[in-house]
């Protein structure tokens, strides 16, 4: 039969499958998966055979030479022959990472899984069987050679399971989310213990593995090793050079992308240990010079070795001032300012938003290190979707591409669930160099949801457009830990008695203006953002309402999730400030109360979360150690009893009686029978109710 005359390859039932006698690890788990996918789809597992067999249906092989399969690292490719009875699918790699690549890719095109769907539950269709047309296939050269996720803020994944740090039921779906999405290199967590399972098993999986710039060539922090001692390159550069030397060791037969870098203890600069580097010449030249020594260390053990220092914080700054020299092989990572906009990042309330991307008279290799999720104590967003739209993320990322840095992009992914959309948008950017953001979008609804598609592309699409933009800036736009960081600075400044003057850590937010106009420069911004984000709520509710049992969980928690944290956050901090207002005017009791409206507004966050957490995904947000909505709601709460301290102190009975106490009673009743004080919650309900009905307040 010519191959011509094989028009299509049906599966079904239990799918014979040859593959290579020698497998690595990653092919081993590729393979895992695509049992698991067959499966699921067929409903019976693959026969899986290491010798030739001629009633094989798929046959996955390494590419021999005289393959046409292009010949590059990761390549791989469809072929369709006959012997003469029977077609059957080649799947061929170049090599382990090309065969890996190509076996999800089946997965993905044949059998529908997406790259995602065990972060988004994707409801997976049965088949009786499966038609493939018989249509030889190569996959395209990736736009990006080095492409990957920094799993960082990853509380989430720490807290989720008991086991500390995460063992492989945690990382598994991590890494293989990756592959899916054709990652290559990944981070795997943030400052883990060294006996943990990440580095290995990611490892393990066929993928590159690099490291934080506050942990270059992922070495031992110096002050874990040497506790006590000063944290200087200069007084103990054998030190450091051990750590260094045990890091290359340990790392030298894994495929590493080495960081070389040189900052201080606990992620800064390390003239906050040495501070005798007092000018930009002695710590650009201290800087190069470790650079240049963590270089020839590693060339001299790893064969091929592969470099990158990143462009982060002060390394940047100087670095464009011209006082870091560089080795020219090594790859440049610049930054973005962790809300998506390639510029210098806001430290406190210094934003110079200097550009950060290579010119056009660089030379070497640059990459891109972008968030699509930060933590950074201000505005970002860590539990809640990216804010911004995805036509600004194409925006930026084209652009980055445009001005040469494309060997390298890592994506801050925090914690996977939460940022699937964002990351999908990455992941084609990535492999294509572009993206039609419309075409993307109609994909990635098709693929996880079964209808009324086209309503909830809009939700997509217009949930940026609900976002409080609280600076001129496009990327200026609040995430999550707006709504509780600046809310609790908010409070320990109130509640420290420091009203008559501004609280400096808020000018990057409100302006340096006095104290009570800061608080009501927010109040203001949060009313509008109660306004759109409740609109958006009303959208989505009526779009959810229609969907069908599976749909409608994945949109609560992929959708919804994000616009009801947004909204709780909003009210919760609208009203602390509305509390603080009354409180400024001497209105206690009604004070009182909208601190309680606050807190029920906050409360509404953890049950969001806790609602988020069914099955597979129990406890997921128990770690909200970050956002932190709990610690919100116990400071309004300190609020609350600060407040009560006003007027019905000690007795906490005077503002029933004022209020609430019947007329006659009052002057009636034996105060030994009336002791019983009714608790914050109770009051502020009855308060709220008498105050209504009086006019004295407008909730």
Sequence with gaps: MSKQAIEKLNLKGKVNIEIPEILFSSVEHALRMLVRDLETVLGASPQLVTESDKNAELCIRLALENDDIPKRSEAFGFRFHSDGVIPYM???????????????????????????????????????????????????????????????????????????????????????????????????????????????????????????????????????????????????????????????????????????????????????????????????????????????????????????????????????????????????????????????????????????????????????????????????????????????????????????????????????????????????????????????LNEFVSGY??????????????????????????????????????????????????????DSRLFWAVGEVPFYHQVKNFEDLLAQGIEKWGAWLTRCDEVLAKLDTDDLRRATDHLRFHGALHLSGCEGFYWMCRSFREYHEQRYPQAFVFASESMSFYKKGLDILRDAEHGKWDRFYRADWLTNIESTVNNVDTVRQFLRMHGDSPDFFLWYKEYLMPETEKHIYLENTHRNPLSDSELAVLLKQHFTRSGSINP
């Design 449 to 502: 949801y079964a209808s009324h598609q086209d309503e909830l592309k809009e939700l997509y699409q217009s949930y940026t457009e609900a976002a409080i933009q609280y600076g001129p800036h496009a990327d200026d736009l609040a995430g999550d830990e707006y709504y509780h960081h600046p809310a609790r600075q908010i409070i320990g400044h109130w509640l420290q008695g420091k009203c008559k003057q501004p």
């Design 90 to 440: 080649e799947i061929i790699g170049h090599d382990e990472l090309g065969l890996v690549y190509g076996i999800l890719e089946f997965s993905r095109i044949y059998l529908g899984i997406q790259p995602f769907w065990f972060w988004t539950d994707q409801s997976i269709a049965k088949q009786l069987e499966i038609n493939i047309p018989c249509l030889d296939y190569d996959a395209p050269v990736p736009k990006v050679r080095y492409r990957g996720w920094f799993v960082n803020d990853e509380v989430s994944l720490i807290g989720w399971k008991d086991p500390y740090p995460p063992t492989r039921e945690v990382w598994e779906p991590v890494f293989e989310a990756l592959l899916r999405s054709g990652g290559n290199m990944v981070i795997p967590g943030t400052d883990l213990p060294r006996d943990g399972i990440h580095y290995k098993l990611a490892s393990e999986m066929g993928l590159w593995v690099t490291h934080h710039h506050a942990e270059p060539l992922g070495a031992e922090m110096f002050l874990r090793a040497f506790p006590g001692r000063n944290a200087s390159y200069q007084e103990a550069p054998e030190l450091f050079e051990r750590l260094w030397a045990e890091a290359i060791e340990e790392q030298k037969n894994m495929k590493v992308l080495w960081v070389l870098s040189f900052r201080g203890q606990g992620d800064a600069p390390f003239w906050y240990n040495d501070p005798s580097f007092d000018t930009s010449e002695k710590r650009g030249a201290m800087i190069s010079k470790v650079i240049r020594k963590q270089y020839d260390m590693i060339g001299s053990v790893v064969k091929n070795p592969v470099y990158c220092v990143a462009l982060y914080g002060e390394i940047a700054e100087l670095f464009k001032g011209g006082y870091v020299d560089l080795p020219e092989d090594v790859i440049k990572i610049w930054a973005d300012n962790g809300y998506g906009k390639m510029v210098s990042r806001r430290h406190n309330n210094q934003n110079h938003r200097v550009p950060s991307l290579p010119t056009s008279d660089d030379r070497g290799r640059d990459g891109l290190y972008y968030h699509v999720t930060f933590h950074d104590l201000q505005a970002s967003n860590h539990l809640t979707m990216y804010p911004g739209s995805a036509t600004f993320l194409k925006q930026e990322i084209e652009a980055a591409f445009a001005a040469g840095a494309d060997d390298y992009l890592l994506i801050n992914c925090g914690n996977i669930r939460p940022h699937v959309y964002s990351l999908d948008i990455l992941r084609e950017l990535w492999s294509a160099g572009t993206i039609d953001v419309k075409k993307h």
